[in-house]
């Protein structure tokens, strides 16, 4: 199956933009949907945003909404996330996660990533 490897994470102000990277090896990457979770200190991983094989569709939770965005080139294997106007409660390891087009388990994952947002 695919490997996945995250980088991009660092600390950044609040109001300021970070973009995430996930290196996919392996199997094709573009027979995986893909997706970002993060978790933060004392709670739940959580859901950030997803998009499908061929870019047509992509979802993003409410809470990062119009601010992050998701992406991929399966041509280079990459996926990443764009993060602007990042607020403190935005501080958590970030995740790369990816399962196959008939599958509704995310099955494989990458190391995490820390983003901290503090001034």
């Known amino acids: 199956q695919v490997q996945l490897v995250e980088s991009g994470g660092g600390l950044v102000q609040p109001g300021g933009s970070l973009r995430l990277s996930c290196a996919a090896s392996?199997?094709?990457?573009?027979?995986?949907?893909m997706a970002w979770f993060r978790q933060a200190p004392g709670k739940e991983r959580e859901f950030v945003a997803t998009?499908?094989?061929?870019?047509?569709?992509?979802y993003h939770a409410d809470s990062v909404k119009g601010r992050f965005t998701i992406s991929r080139d399966n041509a280079k294997n990459t996926g990443a996330l764009q993060m602007n106007s990042l607020k403190p409660e935005d501080t958590a390891v970030y995740y790369c996660?990816?399962?196959?087009?008939?599958?509704?388990?995310?099955?494989?994952w990458g190391q995490g990533t820390q983003v901290t947002v503090s001034s």
């Open positions: 996660a990816a399962r196959l087009q008939d599958s509704s388990v995310w099955s494989v």
């Open positions: 998009i499908n094989w061929s870019c047509s569709i992509t």
């Open positions: 392996g199997r094709t990457f573009s027979n995986y949907v």
